[in-house]
């Protein structure tokens, strides 16, 4: 029993390993891309337009 104890807590801090390091991943880009507004906001460039639907053939 205590192999397989020790394998399952393995296996979960494996896991959670990848789970914190995807959430500081989301966290970085989010905040990179607020700061990036932000100073585009204060610079004056202009606002990116929103992608429109394409013309049918």
Not at 10 to 19: K, L, T, V, W
Not at 38 to 55: C, R
């Amino acid at each position: 029993m205590s192999m397989w104890l020790s394998a399952a807590n393995s296996a979960a801090g494996s896991a959670r390993g990848h789970a914190t390091r995807t959430a500081k991943r989301q966290v970085a880009a989010t905040q990179a891309e607020a700061t990036r507004q932000v100073l585009d906001f204060w610079m004056g460039k202009p606002a990116k337009k929103a992608a429109g639907k394409k013309p049918r053939k």
